[in-house]
Structure formats: structure tokens, C-alpha cells
């Protein structure tokens, strides 16, 4: 383990646990009674690090857990990760020995693969994905016969069913009515399920917008992604249910150098930015190749330092990037710079950050990570 003073001397991600345990605290609250709060961790728990997000959650009684891939599994499970875990994508059949081994539930994105997993000879744990309008994953909800024969497969322990909505983030009356569709499509197979003398195992239906815009749902789990960490997708978002969501995490780098420009002058790539008048030029060990969007360039990004938010200079680069700092007095190289989450500053809101690059926070948020170090709020110095 590296100390943190050598993990907060370039970039870094801090994570805001106390924030994370508020957030799981609200929207548990916000769900019925009986319907549990399923913690989406895929894509390393949307930049977080899904290992440390998935150990605070279990010490905190959260018991099951969906990844997008076997490997996201079993790297939980090998970390010591209790409860269930729910693998939303596919997984190749040949893997039937560890989905057992690593006690792990796989679903089953239509009948061919239901039947392939099952000649496998692996005793399994599914949920069966019904697809009520997506048109991604799924069994069709028509497909009532097929759904049925699955619950007989012998090697198969059917143990969820649920369905995923497609733009429950929009509250256009047409978007409304399709996601009402949605959810009848769905209870209709249910219903003939029942019908058929099927016990019907867990049911789930929402992810994060679901329950912000259709809590009156009651199902088993809810699978929340994106509101656990605290942010909505975009910043204009509005939702029925508001909740007091706080942003986990933020990120942070140095001011490593300063240096003086004269009017004329150009920084960077392309000689993009020209100065206008003489200037100061902070540099930043921060890039794309941390995750940080590149089309954040040219003052399209703005950062705070010294409790000032300027803008970036020229193009970012893979590893690094200026802002400029000529309106704002006494930074100092070492003076932590924020690209993310600092609370106060609604512009800085991973919403706000992933809107300008022409995106949502979910991908900026999971884009990052892979270079950068994640660490905890307490421990920064
Ligand atoms: C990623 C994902 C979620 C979580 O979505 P959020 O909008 O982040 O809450 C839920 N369900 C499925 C099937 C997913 O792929």
C-alpha cells in the first residue's frame, strides 16, 4: 500500500463515504418496505473502485449486488463480498462451473441461452430478463410458454425475474405511457406465470430513475445504480421523488507549475489558446488518459483552485492539462485543483462535468479510474 501522502501527490479520486452511507440511507427510505436495495456495481462501481464501495455496502446489511460481467463477480466475491451478486449481461456458457463455484447469478438474456447454460450440467442461480420494450436483452414478454419451460430446467434455480425500462428518466407523456406499457407488460407475464401454477421467485423492475420517477412500484429489489453515488445522469433533470442524493466522489490533482505568458502566446496543442493579454498558466497532472473528457478543452472545462473557478487553457492532453489562472491570486504549486464533485459548486457536479463534454455522469464517472488512485475523504491530509 502505497501512504497517502504518495497517492494524493498527482491525481486522485476521494470518495466521501459518510455520503454514500447517507445516500443508502435515503433511498432505502424512499422504497417500500420490502423491496431491497440492489447496489449496481459494474464498471468498478462507476469509477468508484467496486470492491471498496461493495465492502462498506455489505457492512452495512446491503445483501445483494448486480456487475455487468462474470470477472466484476468474481473479483467480489474473491474480496470477500457476501450476498448475492447478479451478473446483468452475458456470459459465455462454457463459464457454467464458475458461475457455481463463485456462487454467482446469471441471466438469462433469452430461450436459446436458457437452454445452452442448462445442457451445461452446472448447477446455476438465474434470474430470467423479460423484455417488455427495450428490445436489448430479454425474453420476449410474449413469450409466456418459453418462460415457463425455463422454471423446469434441472440445472437451473430460477431465483429473480425482472425486466428493464428504457426511459424512465423522461417525463414526457409519451415516454410515460411507453414505460406504463412497460411495467403492464410485465405484470401481465407475471400474472400468467401465476396463471401456469409458477412460483414466482424475486421480482425486479427499476434502477435509479425508476424509483426517483416511479416509486409507487412495489417490488423485491430495486436496482440502484447511479443515485447511490449521489448524482443524476444530467443536471437538468427533473424527477417526482427528490432526494437529497450527495455526491461520493471527487476528483482532485495538483497545481504542479506556474509560468508566466506574454499577450500573443499560445499553450498547448495546436495553439489553441492564444493569450490575450499576459497571462498565468497553471499546469495540472490530470488528462484524458485519466479519464478526464478532451472535449473539456479550450474553456469548454472549468476547475477550482484556491476557492476560484477558472477555466481550461488550450486542449488537454493525455496525461496533463492548464487552466488559466490570471485572475486569481496566490495559487501555489502543490494547491489542490477540483474537476469533480466539489459540493458547493453546482457547476462542478459530475452532472454539470459530463454535460459540457456532451455526455452523462454515469459514462464520465466510469471512464475514470484506471490510472487514477481512490481514496477515502478521512484519510486525505
Ligand atoms: C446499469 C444498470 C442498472 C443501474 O442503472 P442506474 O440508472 O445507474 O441506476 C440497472 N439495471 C440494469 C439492467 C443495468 O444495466
Given at each position: 500500500m502505497r501512504s497517502i501522502q504518495a497517492e494524493t501527490e498527482r491525481s486522485w479520486i476521494e470518495l466521501n463515504i459518510e455520503n454514500l452511507k447517507h445516500n443508502v440511507k435515503i433511498l432505502t427510505e424512499a422504497m417500500p418496505p420490502e423491496c431491497k436495495l440492489m447496489a449496481v456495481v459494474k464498471a468498478?462501481?462507476?469509477?468508484?473502485?467496486?470492491c471498496k464501495i461493495s465492502t462498506i455496502l455489505n457492512k452495512m446489511e446491503i445483501k445483494a449486488f448486480a456487475v455487468a460481467t462474470i470477472e466484476e463477480g468474481i473479483q467480489l466475491r474473491k474480496n470477500g463480498i457476501r450476498g448475492e451478486i447478479l451478473i446483468l449481461g452475458y456470459t459465455n456458457i462454457k463459464r457454467a462451473s464458475d458461475l457455481e463455484k463463485f456462487d454467482l447469478i446469471q441471466t438469462l438474456i433469452d430461450f436459446e441461452y436458457a437452454k445452452a447454460l442448462n445442457s451445461q450440467n452446472f448447477a446455476v442461480k438465474a434470474h430470467i430478463k423479460i423484455d417488455t420494450g427495450m428490445h436489448r436483452l430479454g425474453f420476449s414478454c410474449k413469450e409466456v410458454l418459453e418462460v415457463k419451460k425455463v422454471f423446469d430446467m434441472k440445472y437451473l434455480n430460477i431465483c429473480g425475474i425482472y425486466t428493464h425500462l428504457c426511459c424512465t428518466d423522461s417525463l414526457m407523456p409519451d415516454d410515460i405511457a411507453f414505460t406504463r406499457k412497460q411495467i403492464d407488460n410485465f405484470y401481465r407475464l407475471i400474472e400468467d406465470l401465476k396463471n401456469g401454477k409458477v412460483n414466482i421467485p424475486k421480482v425486479h423492475i427499476q434502477s435509479s430513475y425508476g424509483l426517483l420517477n416511479y416509486p409507487d412500484l412495489t417490488c423485491n429489489y430495486i436496482r440502484v445504480g447511479i443515485a447511490l453515488y449521489g448524482v443524476l445522469s444530467s443536471p437538468d433533470d427533473d424527477t417526482n421523488l427528490k432526494l437529497d442524493l450527495r455526491p461520493v466522489l471527487s476528483l482532485k490533482s495538483r497545481v504542479v507549475s506556474i509560468r508566466q505568458v506574454n499577450k500573443g502566446d499560445s499553450v498547448g496543442y495546436g495553439r489553441d489558446f492564444v493569450a490575450e493579454r499576459d497571462s498565468r498558466i497553471a499546469i495540472i497532472p490530470i488528462g484524458y488518459g485519466d479519464g478526464f473528457p478532451r472535449n473539456l478543452s479550450n474553456g469548454n472545462g472549468r476547475i477550482l483552485v484556491n476557492g476560484h473557478i477558472v477555466p481550461i487553457a488550450g486542449r488537454i492532453c493525455?496525461?496533463?492539462?492548464?487552466?488559466?489562472?490570471?485572475?486569481?491570486?496566490?495559487?501555489?504549486?502543490?494547491?489542490?485543483?477540483t474537476l469533480i464533485g466539489a459540493e458547493e459548486y453546482d457547476d462542478l457536479s459530475a452532472s454539470a462535468v459530463a454535460y459540457r463534454s456532451g455526455s452523462i455522469s454515469n459514462e464520465l464517472l466510469c471512464r475514470m479510474g484506471a490510472r487514477l488512485p481512490v481514496i477515502t475523504k478521512s484519510d486525505v491530509i
Open positions: 468498478q462501481a462507476y469509477g468508484h473502485g467496486a493525455m496525461d496533463q492539462l492548464s487552466i488559466d489562472i490570471t485572475d486569481v491570486q496566490g495559487v501555489s504549486t502543490g494547491d489542490i485543483a
